[in-house]
Structure formats: structure tokens, C-alpha cells
């Protein structure tokens, strides 16, 4: 075998034994120094991310000190079984471009890679039983969301595991009494509100404009446009099941 031959036979086991990271690459190792640090943890569909996502995802990180946060797109969401989504593989190709420049931000896949249905409680517990307790986690939900809490999947094992924190947009907060009622629903859980000033905007809306033959420019990042009109997603006869 030549020096070259070597070199490169070196280099292709170097790839082989790197460790693949449990949740992303930019914070597989959050906390490892012992020091206390914030989580946020943002799911969902990401069909396809937008503007007002990653505004939300930045407003939250401010409001409440968090070191990072992880945009974990789901695999196959329970609630949406019935309707026709991008394949997940490219809503978490979309994820990654549209927060590459933000070092706040990563993606993990973690929730693709387990296949079968999405439930949060299956992430919560991987997330929990990967990082060290010096790491507080913070789940981000819309408050439409988080209203029924309380009906997930193994709620009452939730509040062990991390923060909620539920977004609401100026104009559309829940009353005192909705909040109690959400509190009161699910007593294991510490619920969070927050109203941020993200972009009135939403994944339904883009995929709608784009069936017209409008342009999204402007409402999600320009990666994520240019990847879009590559591949021909959200055309109505190019949307499919993943």
C-alpha cells in the first residue's frame, strides 16, 4: 500500500469512528464543563420553517437567558396523519440552511431518525437522559398548542423532564381564566407565557402561495426559497407523504 494509499485509509476510519451527535452537532456537548445552561427546545412540522419561526425561536432565547436552542422537525406528527406534507427529510434540509448563520440555533434530526409516530414525551426523555442535570430544558409551543398539554402522550411525565413555554402573538393572548384553566389542567407541568412580536405569518399560508404561484420572498429566508423552487415542493401534485 503506497503513502497516499495510507493517508487515505487513515482518513476514511477517522470518518467512520467520529461520533454521530445524540441530538445535534453544534450542542451535543451543552453543560459538559459542569456549568448551569438554558435549552430551548422548538418542534414541529417546519413545513416548510419561515421568518416568523425563527423571530419567535430569538425572541424566546432573549426573553428567558437561553444558551441555544434546537429546532427538532417531527418525523411523522400524530395530528397531522390525514394531510399531505413535504418529505421530512427536506422540511430538516430547509431547517439547517435557514438557521446555519445563526449561532444560537442547530437542528437535530433525532426525531426523523426514530421513525414511527412523533410523540414529544419520546424526545423529552431522550433529551433529558443525554444531557447532564446542569442543563435546563425548555419545550416551545404555541399557546393553541399548549392548551392541551394535558392530553399529550405521558403528560404527567412531562414537568419531570422540562420547562413549558407557551407563545402567544400581541392581539391574540389567552385571558387570566385561560391560563389558569391551562395551569390548573396540567399541575405537574411549569408552564411559561410569553407574548412575542413575531411575523403574522404561517407554514399554511406559504404552501398556499405557492400553489397560487405567488412569491414567499421576504417571508422565510432566501435559502429556503432558492430550495424550494428547486425541488417543486407544495405544488399540488409534487407534495406527497414521507
Avoid at 400524530?78 to 413535504?86: E, L, P, S
Avoid at 433525532?110 to 443525554?130: C, K, N, P, Q, V
Avoid at 408552564?191 to 399560508?205: C, G, N, Q
Wanted: charged letters at 25%.
Amino acid at each position: 500500500m503506497s503513502g497516499i494509499d495510507v493517508f487515505e485509509a487513515l482518513r476514511a476510519a477517522s470518518r467512520t469512528d467520529r461520533r454521530s451527535p445524540i441530538v445535534c452537532e453544534r450542542f451535543d456537548d451543552l453543560g459538559a464543563d459542569g456549568e448551569p445552561c438554558r435549552l430551548g427546545i422548538m418542534g414541529g412540522t417546519f413545513d416548510p420553517i419561515h421568518n416568523g419561526h425563527l423571530a419567535c425561536a430569538e425572541q424566546v432565547r432573549e426573553a428567558f437567558d437561553l444558551d441555544a436552542i434546537v429546532f427538532i422537525p417531527t418525523g411523522s406528527p400524530v395530528f397531522k396523519r390525514d394531510q399531505r406534507i413535504a418529505p421530512a427529510r427536506e422540511r430538516l434540509a430547509m431547517c439547517r440552511a435557514a438557521t446555519a448563520d445563526n449561532l444560537h440555533f442547530d437542528v437535530s434530526d433525532m426525531e426523523i431518525a426514530r421513525g414511527g409516530d412523533t410523540y414529544t414525551i419520546d424526545t423529552l426523555r431522550t433529551l433529558r437522559s443525554h444531557y447532564p442535570d446542569n442543563v435546563e430544558l425548555f419545550f416551545i409551543a404555541g399557546s393553541d398548542a399548549i392548551a392541551s398539554v394535558s392530553k399529550w402522550k405521558d403528560s404527567d411525565e412531562m414537568g419531570c423532564l422540562a420547562r413549558f413555554i407557551a407563545v402567544e402573538r400581541p392581539g391574540s393572548e389567552l385571558s387570566l381564566t385561560q391560563r389558569e384553566a391551562i395551569v390548573k389542567g396540567a399541575p405537574n407541568i411549569d408552564l411559561l407565557f410569553v407574548t412575542i412580536e413575531a411575523l403574522a405569518i404561517s407554514s399554511s399560508e406559504l404552501r398556499a402561495r405557492l400553489v397560487a404561484g405567488k412569491s414567499i420572498r421576504y417571508l422565510t429566508p432566501q435559502v429556503v426559497v432558492d430550495h424550494l423552487m428547486e425541488h417543486g415542493f407544495y405544488r399540488e401534485e409534487a407534495v406527497s407523504h414521507d
